[in-house]
């Protein structure tokens, strides 16, 4: 079983920069896809950044140039650095691992 653990969201300006992390336990194997997604009030759940199972990256178009997926294998952690925040990026972050697992979620608002 695989639990998932995020932090570092919060109220921030527009403009502003905030730091998401995700610390994973259990059987976790990087080979598999992990990364974020967020979920806006009355909207559906989207992709913002994940690991993919090839080892390569994908972005939602609304957030390249801006936001940056990385990670650290030894601690089995996923990071999420988001620059120039928007009003719109406004939603509940969560971590995916292998499209199955899920965090509980963490806020992020950003205020005009």
């Known amino acids: 079983q695989v639990q998932l653990v995020e932090s570092g969201g919060g109220l921030v300006q527009a403009g502003g920069s905030l730091r998401l992390s995700c610390a994973a336990s259990?059987?976790?194997?990087?080979?598999?896809?992990m990364g974020w997604y967020r979920q806006a009030p009355g909207k559906q759940r989207e992709m913002v950044a994940i690991f993919n199972r090839g080892g390569g990256t994908a972005y939602a178009d609304s957030v390249k140039g801006r936001f940056t997926i990385s990670r650290d294998n030894g601690k089995n952690t996923v990071y999420l650095q988001m620059n120039s925040l928007k009003p719109e990026d406004t939603a509940v972050y969560y971590c995916?691992?292998?499209?199955?697992?899920w965090g509980q979620g963490t806020q992020v608002t950003v205020s005009s």
């Open positions: 995916m691992y292998a499209f199955a697992s």
């Open positions: 259990g059987r976790i194997f990087s080979v598999n896809a």
